[in-house]
T-cell receptor, first 112, second 114 residues
Framework: GESVGLHLPTLSVQEGDNSIINCAYSNSASDYFIWYKQESGKGPQFIIDIRSNMDKRQGQRVTVLLNKTVKHLSLQIAATQPGDSAVYFC???????????FGKGTKLSVKP | ETGVTQSPTHLIKTRGQQVTLRCSSQ?????VSWYQQALGQGPQFIFQ???????GRGNFPPRFSGLQFPNYSSELNVNALELDDSALYLC?????????????FGPGTRLTVL
């Protein structure tokens, strides 16, 4: 079945720098990808999604890049702020049932 | 904040007991998915309910069961609790029971099994 992995469990950046969080998936048939942010004591919060017919999508200060050739997904956060400190998960659609398969998460810490 | 609510927020049970967790979906959503999140891990899919029927199930034993009601709210029931069931239980609602639809998560119920 599908598995989702993350390259780095923790990431520490300086306030104002750009952050890049990476994710790898195993199933080349996966067609929907989402990034979630989870703050301590809260449920995952949707950040941005991308479908397999795209390779880049931009939101407010965030960009998701999808490389289907190497089955790699990344989240870029521009001008990282202290409020961005959280655990970030990538999730991949599990198929027709609509379930999501999550990676283990990257904990982003922003130093002031 | 999403419109997904869960109750209770915290719960402490002992091994062998049974527990029921509740979830109210966001307005307009007819699908509820349940996930288990162990400490330091990503959420793992338990099952999904769409129009009151189970629409898919992850790798969880039958003692994990659920219901969805006509108003699309949902319950997760766990029988014969084990220590390893200690986790954050999340529900997520979406507009239909297929992929491509954004899932909105509730704040979760923290279950501790002693």
């Amino acid at each position: 079945g599908e598995s989702v992995g993350l390259h780095l469990p923790t990431l520490s950046v300086q306030e104002g720098d750009n952050s890049i969080i990476n994710c790898a998936y195993s199933n080349s048939a996966s067609d929907y990808f989402i990034w979630y942010k989870q703050e301590s004591g809260k449920g995952p919060q949707f950040i941005i999604d991308i479908r397999s017919n795209m390779d880049k999508r931009q939101g407010q200060r965030v960009t998701v890049l999808l490389n289907k050739t190497v089955k790699h997904l990344s989240l870029q956060i521009a001008a990282t702020q202290p409020g961005d400190s959280a655990v970030y998960f990538c999730a991949v659609s599990g198929g027709s049932q609509g379930n999501l398969i999550f990676g283990k998460g990257t904990k982003l810490s922003v130093k002031p | 904040e999403t419109g997904v609510t869960q109750s209770p927020t915290h719960l402490i049970k002992t091994r062998g007991q049974q527990v029921t967790l509740r979830c109210s979906s966001q307005s307009g959503h007819n699908t509820v998915s349940w996930y288990q999140q162990a400490l330091g891990q990503g959420p793992q899919f338990i099952f999904q309910y769409y129009r009151e029927e189970e629409n898919g199930r992850g790798n969880f034993p039958p003692r994990f069961s659920g219901l969805q009601f006509p108003n699309y709210s949902s319950e997760l029931n766990v029988n014969a609790l084990e220590l390893d069931d200690s986790a954050l239980y999340l529900c997520a609602s979406s507009a239909s029971g297929v992929s491509y639809n954004e899932q909105f998560f509730g704040p979760g119920t923290r279950l501790t099994v002693l």
